[in-house]
T-cell receptor, first 113, second 114 residues
Framework: AQSVTQLGSHVSVSEGALVLLRCNYS??????LFWYVQYPNQGLQLLLK??????LVKGINGFEAEFKKSETSFHLTKPSAHMSDAAEYFC???????????FGAGTRLFVKA | DTGVSQDPRHKITKRGQNVTFRCDPI?????LYWYRQTLGQGPEFLTYFQNEAQLEKSRLLSDRFSAERPKGSFSTLEIQRTEQGDSAMYLC????????????FGQGTRLTVV
């Protein structure tokens, strides 16, 4: 069964520091991969997605992620954290043969002043 | 297009009552999904429709849950005889044609069963 693993339910960084949120997917066939952000009592907003082509994907708000097939990983990074980045982040995958998006458990990002 | 909209945003109900939620997807999207999200967890897939056909249902969707999309546009999710364990955020999402399109989410309906 498909599964997405996000390492670390909470990550805390200082403002201006590097943000690294880890994600590993389970699919043996390269899937479509997504990162979403969720603010309190809101729906999910897409940050970026990987479908095919370039393995380094740039998204909104300065975030980017790199698809590494050999590591089955799709880690999310941002060079310099901003207070407004504090939120819950979800990694997700969809198999190329399916329509269902499967989500990880999420990582809550805290940004300290 | 204003995106995916859900109604109501919040619902408090007594245990044993029935509740119904509505989702209006992005108008040109033919696929619609329902997810449930509990505190500290990611969204869990419940069911999805392609046009008016319900193509997949999760085992999480007990007999008390039913979803419809009668004309291939808006969808409703009904929970009968609610239980405290049904308290969660219910999220609706839609996607367009194409395998690589992302899901667009509504803001969710937060259900509290007391």
């Amino acid at each position: 069964a498909q599964s997405v693993t996000q390492l670390g339910s909470h990550v805390s960084v200082s403002e201006g520091a590097l943000v690294l949120l880890r994600c590993n997917y389970s699919s043996s066939v390269p899937p479509y991969l997504f990162w979403y952000v969720q603010y309190p009592n809101q729906g999910l907003q897409l940050l970026l997605k990987y479908t095919t082509g370039a393995t380094l994907v740039k998204g909104i708000n300065g975030f980017e992620a790199e698809f590494k097939k050999s590591e089955t990983s799709f880690h999310l990074t941002k060079p310099s954290a901003h207070m407004s980045d504090a939120a819950e982040y979800f990694c997700a995958e969809r198999n190329t043969g399916g329509f269902k998006t499967i989500f990880g458990a999420g990582t809550r990002l805290f940004v300290k002043a | 297009d204003t995106g995916v909209s859900q109604d109501p945003r919040h619902k408090i109900t007594k245990r044993g009552q029935n509740v119904t939620f509505r989702c209006d997807p992005i108008s040109e999207h033919n696929r619609l999904y329902w997810y449930r999200q509990t505190l500290g967890q990611g969204p869990e897939f419940l069911t999805y429709f392609q046009n008016e056909a319900q193509l997949e249902k999760s085992r999480l969707l007990s007999d008390r849950f039913s979803a419809e999309r009668p004309k291939g546009s808006f969808s409703t999710l009904e929970i009968q005889r609610t239980e405290q364990g049904d308290s969660a955020m219910y999220l609706c999402a839609s996607t367009g044609i194409g395998m690589n399109t992302e899901a667009f989410f509504g803001q969710g309906t937060r259900l509290t069963v007391v």
